[in-house]
């Protein structure tokens, strides 16, 4: 009896030491959400464009916790061309806000400002047109500045700090280096770094690419 519980012992020893350890999350890669052009909407501009008291429709959830792309879509013009079925993304915002690529400027004859979301200051306004009205901003068109959304918890594990500016890099047949890569760290994000579709081709980056944060 002896030696069977001393064999069975020896058994499950050797069984534990062959199964793979536990993995801790410590991958310092981060995935890639690549972004289009897109609005948000102030509540007073989307009852402009849509009728009083409208309600945006979900179409569906965002990487980022409580932001969703909505069925709903508007035109954009500026002073040499326009850009028709804009997606609006919600929820709304305090204010209006038109995210576009270089090109989509360039096609609209407007200024390419790149800014990080919710820094208006010194962008120029763009016209929007909805079903029900129009409306003419002051400011709000920007070429968003790429980013990367985290938690402070995550901005611990990669050692760096909110508002920091990285570079990030890019492996695979063209990839490479972007600089110029702001942190914003706080409590209602979810990791993922962001860049828009120009970025992504530049490099052959698509929705299953990762970075790491080069400092």
């Known amino acids: 009896m002896d030696n069977c ?54 179409m569906k959830d965002l990487s980022q916790p409580g932001q969703y792309a909505c069925k ?45 979301s919710g820094d208006l200051v010194g962008t120029p306004g763009i016209t929007i047109i909805g079903p029900r009205g129009s409306v003419q901003t002051k400011e709000g068109l920007i070429v968003a500045q790429r980013h990367i959304h985290m938690t402070p918890q995550d901005a611990q594990h990669f050692g760096v700090h909110d508002g920091q500016i990285v570079c990030i890099q890019f492996e695979g047949s063209r990839g490479g280096i972007y600089s110029n890569v702001a942190i914003r760290a706080n409590d209602a994000s979810a990791l993922e770094c962001h860049i828009d579709t120009e970025e992504g081709n530049a490099m052959s980056i698509n929705s299953m690419s990762k970075i790491t944060i080069i400092k």
């Open 72 to 116: 709903e879509t508007v035109t954009i013009c500026g002073p040499k061309g326009a850009i028709e079925k804009v997606r609006i993304l919600g929820p709304v915002r305090s204010k209006t806000q038109v995210e576009v690529l270089t090109g989509d400027c360039i096609k609209m004859g407007a200024k390419a400002v790149a800014k990080l």
């Open 5 to 58: 519980e001393a064999i069975l012992k020896l058994l499950l020893e050797a069984v534990q030491s062959a199964a793979p350890a536990e993995k801790k999350d410590d991958s310092n890669e981060i995935q890639v959400g690549i972004s289009n052009r897109h609005v948000h909407l102030s509540q007073a501009d989307l009852d402009t464009l849509f009728g009083e008291g409208y309600q945006m429709t979900k």
